[in-house]
Each structure stands twice: as structure tokens, then as C-alpha cells.
């Protein structure tokens, strides 16, 4: 195509147009095929040639030839001027016409004398043609450079293209993922609409570059093009590492997220269902690294099934949670101590005796029996321990610890001596709750006995 005489301008002298045209190999990309511009009835041949040749008569009988040329302005022809130069008939005519709606009148001159009228306002041209050396503006509006696209997702290519002479199908569409000059056509010769339907490519880049080209009916060519387009066509993996149980509302998960591809990530979200997974309710998001933990506040106590949504920059989105299978982890939010009875008044009973001996006075060595009762739902193994008071006030000491919660304590008095012993039991939840309960009586102890006074009546 490039290499074709000018058959639309089939009143010049024929040369190849390979030679002359203004744009020459256009970077093997070939535009459409060329086309003339309407005007009124007529259709006017448009060129980009820097010299336009032009043929008349040349016989014998020629002594001399004149050019003269006439441009339309503002819809009106313009007066008739005459080029400097006297072409004789062995001369070529070759005028470098400005840019501009031109028409064209030669005047012969023969070897007798005899010449042919010179123009005037009532002359009508021999030809007309427009040149138009200037490509057509054009700027893509979508994607923007450095745009976030999905792989494998339609979007629209916008663009605005002009130029008083565009071709009727004048746009083509280029893609490269960058590193080379390796374009493949999305869209060739294609109407000026302004938009194109386009389905990225699943092959990833962060380097990818969308070119439109954009032509004239005179074959002059406009460009642009947006490069660092990011094309990712995989979701961001994630992952909720715990607490699998937490003491209070507000609490700090932590997490990990990191995307595969390109884009890099965007944000996470918390979703959380306390119905087994039946419905599903938004929780806090997080849009800036690092991707390791997330604060929320649970709604109330109770057992969470959670999810983690991630997204990264270019819209890639793990699934939204829809049923309980959706879970990556639950959580237990227990914000209530344990709750613990004594048996006792005074937290012991002689080991082995029934619930309606009570004593109150122990020697060391005593076998005792602390028994209670826990109400909590969340209690683990060996969670309980048992302390005693000596003295009011005094530091507790530990009679055991690591006790089952479910089962009476055993132990020994202790070797003292006081009047206000007491009995305290500690439970430790998995959330990390302490429950305690307090004998609410003393118990005494005595490594002693008095002797007391002694007397006797002899009358």
C-alpha cells in the first residue's frame, strides 16, 4: 500500500508514493486505505506530499506553461494567484503547496502566441485537492498510565481523536506487555467512537503499554500511549493465624496477606458470622501495610467463625464468605470469670466426714477436703488452684495449683498456729478469666494445746 501511485491524484505526473510520502514505514503498521474527503457532491483528494507534481499539456505545439492556484477560505474560494515560476514545456511542474483546500488552473501558452484566458472569479479549476501535512491529535482517556487492570477483564478503551480530514476508519489499538517493541493489535482500522470493549490478557506485567494510532485521510498518522499498566490475574492469598480465644471484645487479629502477582495489595477486610456461617456481617478493614494484624471489636461474646477478604490493586478479590465452610478460623470471645461456690462456710471439711460435720478447729497433719462448684463454659484441664490465708492480711500461700476444676482438693493443715485461717479457690478460663471465691468464715489451727490451770478441792 505504501508503494502505489497516486491514482486519486490521477492529474499529476505518476510517481511512486513510496517515494514522497510524508511518513514513510510508520513503524510496519500500515493504515487504512486511503480515502478522499467530501465536499458537497464532489470528493476531494487529500495528500501529505511536500512537492505535488503536476501534469499538462507538453507537445510540441507548448511554448510555455503558468500555474496558478486559488484556496478556500472560510468556505469560499479565494482570487486566482500565479506562481513565480514560467514552466517551459520541457519543465516539470512541481508546486510545494502549503497546507490547505486548493484548486489549480494551467495556462498554455502555444509557439503561435496564442495563450488560454488568464483566471478570474468566474474561472472554475481544473483540479482540486487538499494538503494536509499535520496527524491527528489523539490522547487515550482509559487506562491511565500506570493503571491497575484485572487479567482476563473486559474494560473500555476510551480515547478523543481529531483532525479536520480523519479518515472514516481511522483508529487502531495496540498492546505490548513491555520489554520489547513487540505490539499485537487489539483493534485495527476501526471507527473514531471513543471506546473500545477490550478483554486483558491473563499474561502478567507491570510494564504494559496500550497504544492507539490514529490516521488521516491523507495518511498522516497521530499516536499516543500509556505505559506501567499493571495486569494481574491472580487473587491475593491470606490467612488468619489467631487468637482462638480472647478475654475481650476488642482484639487484635493477627493476619498475614501478600498478592502473587504484580498489582501488590490493596486492602483486607474482617467478615465474621456468630450463626454458624448463615449470614455474614462486615467487619474492619485495613488499607495500608504491614499486612499482619487487624483490630475489631466482636459484638458480644460468643463463637465467630471468621474470613478474611483481600484485595489487591487491581481488583482482584478473594470469594465472599456464604457458609459456614467459608470459615478460615473461629474465635471464642469470653469476657466472663469464672464462677465458683464453696461447699464450706469455711472452705474445708474434715476429709471423709459427712456435709453436716463441720469443724472448726484443725491440727497440722489434719486430712481436709476443699470442695466446689464452677459455672463456666470455657474451662480447661488443671485449671484451679488452691491457697490459704494464715493470718489476716498475710501473703496467700498456695496449697495447689493446677487442679482440676471439677473435682474436690485434698490436703494437710499446715503446720501453725491461728485463729484465722482461711480458704480461697482460684479458676483460670481459657480466655484467660480469673474467677475466685473467698471462705466467707475463718477456721483456726493450733500445733498447741494449753495446759490450763489445774486445781483442786480437798474440803
Known amino acids: 500500500?505504501?508503494?502505489?501511485?497516486?491514482?486519486?491524484?490521477?492529474?499529476?505526473?505518476?510517481?511512486?508514493?513510496?517515494?514522497?510520502?510524508?511518513?514513510?514505514?510508520?513503524n510496519a503498521v500500515e493504515g487504512p486505505e486511503r480515502e478522499r474527503q467530501p465536499h458537497g457532491q464532489q470528493q476531494i483528494p487529500v495528500t501529505n506530499r511536500a512537492d505535488i507534481p503536476i501534469g499538462a499539456r507538453s507537445d510540441a505545439e507548448v511554448?510555455?506553461?503558468?500555474?496558478?492556484?486559488?484556496?478556500?477560505?472560510?468556505?469560499?474560494?479565494?482570487?486566482?494567484?500565479?506562481?513565480?515560476?514560467?514552466?517551459?514545456?520541457?519543465?516539470?511542474?512541481?508546486?510545494a503547496a502549503p497546507e490547505g483546500f486548493w484548486r489549480i488552473y494551467v495556462r498554455i501558452e502555444d509557439i503561435?502566441?496564442?495563450?488560454?484566458?488568464?483566471?478570474?472569479?468566474?474561472?472554475?479549476?481544473?483540479?482540486?485537492?487538499?494538503?494536509?501535512?499535520?496527524?491527528?491529535?489523539?490522547?487515550?482517556?482509559?487506562?491511565?498510565?500506570?493503571?491497575?487492570?484485572?487479567?482476563?477483564?473486559?474494560?473500555?478503551?476510551?480515547?478523543?481523536?481529531?483532525?479536520?480530514?480523519?479518515?472514516?476508519?481511522?483508529?487502531?489499538?495496540?498492546?505490548?506487555r513491555g520489554g520489547d517493541d513487540n505490539f499485537v493489535t487489539v483493534a485495527e482500522h476501526i471507527p473514531n467512537t471513543g471506546s473500545?470493549?477490550?478483554?486483558?490478557?491473563?499474561?502478567?506485567?507491570?510494564?504494559?503499554?496500550?497504544?492507539?494510532?490514529?490516521?488521516?485521510?491523507?495518511?498522516?498518522?497521530?499516536?499516543?500511549?500509556?505505559?506501567s499498566l499493571v495486569i494481574d490475574a491472580l487473587p491475593p492469598s491470606r490467612n488468619i493465624l489467631g487468637p482462638k480465644i480472647a478475654a475481650t471484645r476488642d482484639v487484635t487479629l493477627s493476619i498475614s496477606a501478600r498478592d502473587a502477582g504484580p498489582a501488590g495489595m490493596k486492602s483486607v477486610q474482617l467478615w465474621y458470622s456468630n450463626d454458624e456461617g448463615v449470614t455474614w456481617n462486615e467487619g474492619p478493614a485495613r488499607n495500608e501495610e504491614p499486612w499482619e494484624s487487624l483490630a475489631w471489636r466482636a459484638p458480644a461474646d460468643g463463637r465467630f467463625l471468621l474470613n478474611l477478604l483481600a484485595t489487591d490493586r487491581s481488583g482482584n478479590?478473594?470469594?465472599?464468605?456464604?457458609?459456614?465452610?467459608?470459615?478460615?478460623?473461629?474465635?471464642?470471645?469470653?469476657?466472663?470469670?469464672?464462677?465458683?461456690?464453696?461447699a464450706s462456710p469455711i472452705g474445708v471439711r474434715q476429709a471423709g466426714s459427712g456435709e453436716s460435720s463441720l469443724r472448726r478447729i484443725y491440727k497440722p497433719g489434719d486430712r481436709v477436703t476443699v470442695q466446689f462448684a464452677v459455672k463456666d463454659e470455657n474451662i480447661g484441664?488443671?485449671?484451679?488452684?488452691?491457697?490459704?490465708?494464715?493470718?489476716?492480711?498475710?501473703?496467700?500461700?498456695?496449697?495447689?495449683?493446677?487442679?482440676?476444676?471439677?473435682?474436690?482438693?485434698?490436703?494437710?493443715?499446715?503446720d501453725a498456729n491461728t485463729d484465722t485461717a482461711r480458704?480461697?479457690?482460684q479458676v483460670l478460663d481459657r480466655a484467660g478469666n480469673l474467677g475466685e471465691a473467698i471462705a466467707g468464715e475463718t477456721f483456726r489451727i493450733r500445733n498447741v494445746i494449753e495446759a490450763g490451770e489445774v486445781t483442786i478441792e480437798l474440803d
Not at 508503494?3 to 514505514?25: D, E, G, Y
Not at 471464642?332 to 465458683?340: G, Q, R
Request: charged content about 15%.
Open 196 to 227: 473500545f470493549r477490550w478483554t486483558t490478557p491473563r499474561d502478567m506485567t507491570a510494564t504494559g503499554v496500550i497504544q492507539i494510532l490514529a490516521w488521516d485521510r491523507a495518511g498522516n498518522r497521530g499516536q499516543t500511549q500509556v505505559g
Open 63 to 95: 511554448r510555455q506553461r503558468e500555474l496558478w492556484y486559488s484556496r478556500m477560505e472560510n468556505r469560499e474560494w479565494g482570487p486566482w494567484q500565479r506562481h513565480g515560476i514560467t514552466f517551459s514545456r520541457n519543465d516539470a511542474i512541481v508546486w
Open 1 to 26: 500500500m505504501l508503494c502505489t501511485t497516486l491514482a486519486h491524484l490521477r492529474w499529476l505526473q505518476p510517481i511512486a508514493a513510496c517515494a514522497l510520502i510524508a511518513s514513510v514505514a510508520l
Open 112 to 176: 503561435s502566441g496564442l495563450a488560454t484566458p488568464i483566471p478570474d472569479a468566474e474561472t472554475a479549476g481544473q483540479q482540486s485537492f487538499i494538503v494536509d501535512r499535520t496527524p491527528p491529535q489523539v490522547a487515550i482517556t482509559f487506562p491511565t498510565e500506570g493503571a491497575f487492570l484485572r487479567g482476563g477483564e473486559g474494560y473500555d478503551i476510551t480515547w478523543e481523536a481529531s483532525d479536520p480530514h480523519l479518515h472514516s476508519t481511522p483508529i487502531t489499538i495496540r498492546w505490548n
Open 381 to 414: 484441664e488443671d485449671a484451679a488452684s488452691v491457697q490459704i490465708q494464715l493470718e489476716q492480711g498475710a501473703p496467700w500461700q498456695s496449697l495447689g495449683s493446677g487442679l482440676p476444676a471439677d473435682r474436690p482438693f485434698t490436703f494437710a493443715i499446715p
Open 423 to 425: 480458704i480461697r479457690v
Open 317 to 342: 478479590s478473594t470469594p465472599l464468605p456464604a457458609s459456614a465452610k467459608d470459615a478460615q478460623s473461629t474465635i471464642l470471645i469470653d469476657t466472663v470469670a469464672p464462677v465458683i461456690t464453696l
